[in-house]
């Protein structure tokens, strides 16, 4: 069974970096996207940013400039770079990966910008 383990949340003060990653348990083969969302209390999920098959990046338009996906196929992870984080960055951020054997999950890991 497929998991998605992420690690790098925490708290930070405005104006700081954290670095999120996310490792799939087991090989994923014909992988169309990898990605990360975030959910703040009270809102609905949101795209954050994904890195499809070819390599092409999609961003919020309130993370552009400021976060950075990458992944490493081989490794099946994908990293989120987070600079200059404000408060309203605070959310449980979710990594996904979209291939042709299913839709995975992570668990959530919560990221707190405040001072």
């Known amino acids: 069974q497929v998991q998605l383990v992420e690690s790098g949340g925490g708290l930070v003060q405005p104006g700081g970096s954290l670095r999120l990653s996310c490792a799939a348990s087991v090989r994923i083969f014909s992988i169309n996207a990898m990605g990360w969302y975030r959910q703040a209390p009270g809102k609905e999920r949101e795209l954050v940013a994904v890195i499809g098959s070819g390599g092409s990046r999609t961003y919020a338009d309130s993370v552009k400039g400021r976060f950075t996906v990458s992944r490493d196929i081989a490794k099946n992870t994908v990293y989120l770079q987070m600079n200059s984080l404000k408060p309203e960055d605070t959310a449980v951020y979710y990594c996904?990966?979209?291939?042709?054997?299913?839709?995975?999950w992570g668990q959530g890991t919560q990221v707190t910008v405040s001072s």
């Open positions: 996904k990966i979209d291939s042709m054997t299913g839709d995975y």
